[in-house]
Every structure is written in structure tokens, then in C-alpha cells.
């Protein structure tokens, strides 16, 4: 009974315009999830007996417009870290927001209980390189997972499947190394998948959404939604019987390409599960809904379905 988590940077919840890609750009897969509608404000609510999609507050009650360190960190932790900080704070967390991330994260709160949880993703031996890994400024999502003390993903795990890079499709490795050949977005599904039978908790994080938004790439975003609805699509097709996959982004963006930075838009939280009861509670028991709310309620699910590390014995 594992948890997948999705993370996809800078996806708000917008209108049905001909500015949001969401709405615009065909995306079959989540069509048929939401009952023939986008991944639009307006598809909000239970959607099947399986699919619930919720508008998250990624404002936290914190002026400003949101950003992506203090809402990652919010979304890793289930803690207010834009009030924490006294501000949204924008790209890489600085010494003080990664320490508080390090403190305690969904990952370390998975171990206190006894599931193994891990991060997909996998990394080059040039991101190491960078003048801003070398300062320590690293994404929340890597200071979390590196809290644990577990090795990161490597290339060799890439090739070996036992990775996801985060464009999905390994397009990005490929264009640059000749020992990386891109993969179609169900080969990459089946690989995340794969990582339940030795976890209960996988996460993974696709950052492209938001980078084509800040470059109001219409371009861009219509091949980011082909992707990752194509990707998407094919991690529901390998759900089991009482897995959940959960969806979630930390901030508004690509859904309005009229302006260049984020939006005040709730974003969504995309749950999927064949457990019914699972999604009613989520629906008439917290509300409303904020990105505080992910990682409790992730703890949630593997407390009371699961018993520890039984995926692994």
C-alpha cells in the first residue's frame, strides 16, 4: 500500500482561457481522470469514487506571492514555512530554511515510524559541480532526502532503472551524453513504480512546468503538459489495489502565461486510490486545504495501512 508523491513545480489551478496551457494543450490522460475536464479551477472536487482533486493554499496566509524554497519546504515538512521564515522566499533555501527543513522532513517522519521512503530522482556527477552545490545551495527536495543520511540516485541508477530523471523522459541527459538514450514517459512510470516494491513512500519532482512558465514558452509548456500527462497517465495505469498517488505543486504559474512570475492561484492536490473511504475522509475532514496538509496526511495513509517495512520483507 504505498504512497506515490508527485511533486511538479509552478502548476496553479487557473481559468479556462486561452492563456493557460492546462487548458488549451491536450491532455488526455488527466481528462479521463477528471471526467473530461482539464486540470482547471473549475474541475475541483471529487471527481469518481477513486478521484479527488483539491484547491491547496500555497499562500499559507503569508503576503506576498508564493515561491518556491518556503513552499517546498512547506509541502517536505507539513509545517508554515513562509510564517517561519517571515517571508516567501524564492528558488534554493538559504542556510536557515535548509536547516529547518533538515530538522525534520516527510522522509525522516516515514523512518521514525518505520517506512522507507526515498526520492526518485537521480542526479549527474556534474550537478555536484556547480558553483551552487559546491555553497550548499541545493533544492528542498535534496536537502530533504539528504537529511536521512541515504545515498542520492545516481546515473548508473538511471540506466539501471532505478531512477526517474526529472524531465521524465531523459531528453535533457540525452541531448548532452552519448551513454543516455531518451525513454518513452511509460517506461519512466514503470521505473518510479518499480521503487514501491523495496519502499513505501516515492517521490519525485518535475521543476520544467515551472521553468517554461517564468519564459512564457507556449512552446515549451505544450510539450512540458504532453509529458507529463502522457507520464502521469502511466503511473495511475500501474496503481494496485490500495495504492495512492498523490499530486501536488507548490505554486501558481505556468497555468496563466500572461505574466512571468508565480500567481496567487490554489494549486492542486491531485489523490488517487481505489480506497474510497480514504477520500471521503480527505474530503469532509480538512478543510480548507493548504500545503501544510500533504505530509500529515501522507503519514496518514502509511500509518494506518500499512505496517512497517512489510513492503520489504
Known amino acids: ?111 521514525r515510524h518505520g517506512f522507507g521512503a526515498t526520492f526518485a530522482n537521480s542526479y549527474t556527477p556534474e550537478y555536484f559541480e556547480l558553483p551552487t552545490t559546491r555553497r550548499g545551495w541545493v533544492s528542498v527536495s535534496t536537502c530533504a532526502i539528504r537529511s536521512t543520511g541515504q545515498p542520492l540516485r545516481m546515473l548508473e541508477d538511471l540506466l539501471e532503472g532505478r531512477a526517474v530523471y526529472h524531465d521524465v523522459t531523459r531528453r535533457f541527459l540525452a541531448d548532452k551524453r552519448d551513454d543516455v538514450r531518451e525513454i518513452a514517459p511509460d517506461t519512466a512510470a514503470e521505473h518510479l513504480y518499480g521503487l514501491t516494491r523495496d519502499y513505501d513512500l516515492v517521490v519525485h519532482e518535475f521543476f520544467l512546468s515551472d521553468l517554461a512558465g517564468h519564459r512564457q514558452d507556449r512552446e515549451g509548456m505544450a510539450r512540458v503538459t504532453a509529458r507529463y500527462d502522457a507520464f502521469l497517465g502511466a503511473v495511475v495505469k500501474q496503481l494496485q489495489e490500495q495504492d495512492l498517488l498523490l499530486l501536488v505543486s507548490d505554486h501558481g504559474n505556468s497555468e496563466d502565461l500572461r505574466v512571468k512570475t508565480h500567481t496567487l492561484n490554489r494549486v492542486p492536490l491531485l489523490a488517487v486510490t481505489s480506497d474510497r473511504a480514504f477520500l471521503d475522509e480527505m474530503e469532509q475532514q480538512q478543510k480548507p486545504w493548504d500545503l501544510t496538509h500533504v505530509t500529515p496526511w501522507t503519514m496518514r495513509w502509511l500509518k494506518s495501512r500499512n505496517r512497517p517495512l512489510e513492503r520489504r520483507a
Open 1 to 111: 500500500m504505498p504512497v506515490i508523491l508527485l511533486f511538479i513545480d509552478g502548476v496553479g489551478l487557473g481559468e479556462e482561457v486561452d492563456d493557460n496551457p492546462w487548458y488549451i494543450e491536450p491532455t488526455p490522460h488527466i481528462n479521463r481522470l477528471l471526467a473530461g475536464r482539464n486540470l482547471v479551477a473549475e474541475a475541483v472536487g471529487r471527481v469518481s469514487s477513486g478521484v479527488l482533486l483539491l484547491a491547496a493554499d500555497a499562500a499559507l496566509g503569508v503576503p506576498g506571492l508564493p515561491q518556491s524554497a518556503t513552499g517546498q519546504a512547506t509541502i517536505f515538512t507539513g509545517r508554515n514555512a513562509p510564517q517561519a521564515m517571515g517571508s516567501h522566499q524564492s528558488g534554493l533555501p538559504l542556510t536557515r530554511l535548509r536547516e529547518w527543513v533538515e530538522k525534520d522532513n516527510l522522509y525522516l517522519q516515514a523512518r
